[in-house]
T-cell receptor
């Protein structure tokens, strides 16, 4: 149990276009999901916290108008990179936390990541 | 603010030997969790071990164990009988509090190479 999927696994897009990345909890309900960005051989940088039914909370320095997050249901959060530029090329990882009463409540389960390349 | 520091960017170990990865953290909180995550070349994050700050006993998961020194704010990971599949980047992480909305704060990571 506790499987998180991401789609697509990799995407290449042209500069100026928008790209949507989906994060799904497959076998549990996730009241909270997190979005991270990771550059090669570096650590995970938290971008935002996504709570079902409410606006995402962005970390300092993350442009909320550029990285749109929508957590429309208890199993799905989406990250849309708007007007993507080459500097947005990175590895994006989501994680999901089980809702209350579903076991180990404080563990984050990670998706496999999405590699975004902006040409 | 909480910080997590991993001072060893890269380490290597011979297969079947033991290796220890270091991690220190800084916090004024009393209730928190500490984690070690493994990120193999596939880049899938895998939880290796978890330690609750209120527990004095060091966590153990098969070949993986931690040395948790709360006063020193140190949380090292020992890997015994290293295997080739242990080759990965290892991240130490910290989470405040007991709610399921706690954010993870990651260290810089340590790349571990297990040599045959």
């Amino acid at each position: 149990g506790a499987v998180v999927s991401q789609h697509p696994s990799r995407v290449i897009c042209k500069s100026g276009t928008s790209v949507k990345i989906e994060c799904r909890s497959l076998d549990f309900q996730a009241t909270t999901m997190f979005w991270y960005r990771q550059f090669p051989k570096q650590s995970l940088m938290l971008m935002a916290t996504s709570n079902e039914g409410s606006k995402a909370t962005y970390e300092q320095g993350v442009e909320k108008d550029k990285f749109l997050i929508n957590h429309a249901s208890l199993t799905l959060s989406t990250l849309t990179v708007t007007s993507a530029h080459p500097e947005d090329s990175s590895f994006y990882i989501c994680s999901a936390v089980r809702g209350p009463g579903q076991g180990s409540y404080n563990e984050q389960f990670f998706g496999p990541g999405t590699r975004l390349t902006v040409l | 603010a909480q910080t997590v520091t991993q001072s060893q960017p890269e380490m290597s170990v011979q297969e079947a030997e033991t290796v220890t990865l270091s991690c220190t953290y800084d916090t004024s909180e009393n209730n928190y969790y500490l984690f070690w995550y493994k990120q193999p070349p596939s880049r899938q994050m895998i939880l290796v071990i978890r330690q609750e700050a209120y527990k004095q006993q060091n966590a153990t998961e098969n070949r993986f164990s931690v040395n948790f020194q709360k006063a020193a704010k140190s949380f090292s990971l020992k890997i015994s009988d290293s295997q080739l599949g242990d080759t990965a980047m290892y991240f130490c992480a910290f989470m405040i509090g007991l709610s399921n909305t706690g954010k993870l704060i990651f260290g810089q990571g340590t790349t571990l190479q297990v040599k045959p």
